[in-house]
Each structure stands twice: as structure tokens, then as C-alpha cells.
């Protein structure tokens, strides 16, 4: 297998040079999801000129399978199903709500550890550079982009490497 990047350091160096037309705006504000997407995100943060703060999504994977998404968590109680997958996978609704309720405590529990005391940041009217590390279902990002939404940004520019 033959990788596009040395390490997410790298990815966030390349992929800052991609999003220069938002450098030094004030703005603009990175989040990024942890923990890949955080490294990423601080390189674009540093290369751009623009704060970095971190936003907290879960995948919610299949209960035997748990790296394959059915859906996914966001700050907000926001959460994005892949219907499809579940009704071909067969996951109960009793399944999809436990899985939910697991990665509900982990994502809280995230939240505490990420955040702390800090509020989140005020997002209306700013343009939100969302960061990942990859995309492979899609959920998370999903979940992410339909969370900050309610957050009323200007605009949210979906950032993946």
C-alpha cells in the first residue's frame, strides 16, 4: 500500500496549501475532529494564521463490526443514520440505540477531557474549516457538518486529507 502523505503533520502542511485563500481572515476558525483529524488541523491552523479548536463527532459503528459506520454523533445530540446499511446489515433498533448510548458517554467524555472548562467558540457569521484525517463512510463528517449547522456559520468547508 502506498501512502499520499508522510504523516498527518504532512497532510496538514499540504492540505493548508490548498486552503490559502483563508489565511489570515479574521474570520475563519479550524475545528478539527480527534484525535487524526488534530494534527492535521494544527498544521493548517499554524500555516494559516487562524485558531484552532477541536470538535467532538463519534462514529457509531456496526455492534460486530465496530469500524464499519451505520451512522454517527456530534456535540448537540445531532446524529446521522445510515439507513440503508442498517436495514441491509440487519441492526436492530435496540442495537442502534446502544451503540448510540455508548458513544454518547465516550463522546461527553471527550468533550470534558478536549474542551474542559472552555466554551465552544462562537461560530456565527465565521467560516468553519472542518478537518479530518479521511473519510471512509462519510458519517462523521456528516454528523459534523449537520451539528455546526445549528451553530449558524457563514460557511463550512468540509476538509478532509
Given at each position: 500500500?502506498?501512502?499520499?502523505?508522510?504523516?498527518?503533520?504532512d497532510?496538514?502542511?499540504?492540505?493548508?496549501?490548498?486552503?490559502?485563500?483563508?489565511?489570515?481572515?479574521?474570520?475563519?476558525?479550524?475545528?478539527a475532529?480527534?484525535?487524526?483529524?488534530?494534527?492535521v488541523?494544527?498544521?493548517?491552523?499554524?500555516?494559516?494564521?487562524?485558531?484552532?479548536?477541536?470538535?467532538?463527532?463519534?462514529?457509531?459503528?456496526l455492534?460486530?463490526?465496530?469500524?464499519l459506520?451505520?451512522?454517527?454523533?456530534?456535540?448537540g445530540?445531532?446524529?446521522?443514520?445510515?439507513?440503508?446499511?442498517?436495514r441491509?446489515a440487519?441492526?436492530?433498533?435496540?442495537?442502534?440505540?446502544?451503540?448510540?448510548?455508548?458513544?454518547?458517554?465516550e463522546?461527553?467524555?471527550?468533550?470534558?477531557?478536549?474542551?474542559g472548562?472552555?466554551?465552544?467558540?462562537?461560530?456565527?457569521?465565521?467560516?468553519?474549516?472542518?478537518?479530518?484525517?479521511?473519510?471512509?463512510?462519510g458519517?462523521?463528517?456528516?454528523?459534523?457538518?449537520?451539528?455546526?449547522r445549528?451553530?449558524?456559520?457563514?460557511?463550512?468547508?468540509?476538509?478532509?486529507?
Amino acid at each position: 500500500m502506498r501512502f499520499r502523505f508522510r504523516d498527518r503533520h504532512d497532510a496538514g502542511r499540504r492540505l493548508a496549501t490548498e486552503l490559502r485563500v483563508y489565511a489570515n481572515r479574521p474570520d475563519v476558525l479550524v475545528l478539527a475532529l480527534p484525535r487524526g483529524g488534530v494534527p492535521v488541523g494544527f498544521e493548517v491552523a499554524i500555516a494559516l494564521n487562524v485558531p484552532l479548536d477541536v470538535f467532538v463527532v463519534r462514529k457509531l459503528g456496526l455492534p460486530w463490526h465496530e469500524e464499519l459506520a451505520i451512522g454517527a454523533i456530534a456535540s448537540g445530540g445531532v446524529r446521522v443514520l445510515d439507513r440503508d446499511l442498517i436495514r441491509e446489515a440487519r441492526v436492530s433498533d435496540a442495537d442502534v440505540e446502544r451503540v448510540s448510548e455508548t458513544q454518547k458517554a465516550e463522546l461527553e467524555r471527550q468533550e470534558r477531557r478536549y474542551r474542559g472548562v472552555r466554551p465552544f467558540p462562537d461560530l456565527r457569521e465565521k467560516t468553519v474549516i472542518l478537518i479530518d484525517d479521511g473519510l471512509a463512510t462519510g458519517s462523521t463528517m456528516r454528523a459534523g457538518v449537520v451539528a455546526l449547522r445549528e451553530e449558524r456559520p457563514a460557511r463550512i468547508v468540509v476538509a478532509p486529507c
